[in-house]
């Protein structure tokens, strides 16, 4: 098979792994949702979320960022793992990196309108049964567009930078990262994450939220 067509067969298997691994997220939500008996504007009112953006992400047509899933968790009673899960291991949980390399990721937006995907999440602790930590190795793409939506959300988050420069928006501030920095911060203050120099970056992400 020529080189191009190597690549563009790569490419589409990707883009059909987020939308399978989207689409479990989606439905998971909207089969807890309809459990609990609450309707999307009872959702949308709890989450501060608008009812269109909770029927795009059940829908699996829009994942903006970890952010609005948080908040449904909250408004829902259960932890964010709930909808990244696997499987319920107990014990010590390995994530390998050959398996790594092939492991469906999970595609984000960078904003609620975009479907750009800008982001990808490669979770390492979906097999452990009750954490409350959400590491993550995570792709970034350059973003086609400054007109960021800042996230803000209970919890703390950690960022260490594999390869590339990140840039941070926190608040008012702004943070570049380059290879090896990190930085720690409270997820209740706006902010955004994105690459810098428009050139990929790749992050060991963890996210911790309360429940």
Known sequence: ????????????????????????????????????????????????LSEDQIIRIEGNEDFPSLAPLIKIARVLGVRLGTFLDDQQELGPVICRHESLKCQEGIGFTNNAVTKHKYMSYHALSSDKSGRHMEPFIIDVKPAKTADFIFSTHEGEEFIYVIEGTIEINYGKN?????????????????????????????????VYTPY
């Open 174 to 206: 702004t943070y570049i990262l380059n290879e090896g920095d990190s930085i720690y911060y409270d997820s209740i203050v706006a902010h955004h994450v994105h690459a810098g120099d428009n050139k990929p970056a790749k992050i060991l992400g963890v």
């Open 1 to 48: 098979m020529p080189e191009n067509n190597k690549f563009v067969s790569k490419n589409n298997g990707f883009k059909q792994d987020y939308r399978r691994k989207n689409k479990i997220i989606g439905e998971k939500i909207k089969n807890v949702r309809e459990m609990k008996n609450i309707s999307v504007e009872e959702m949308a009112e709890r989450s501060g």
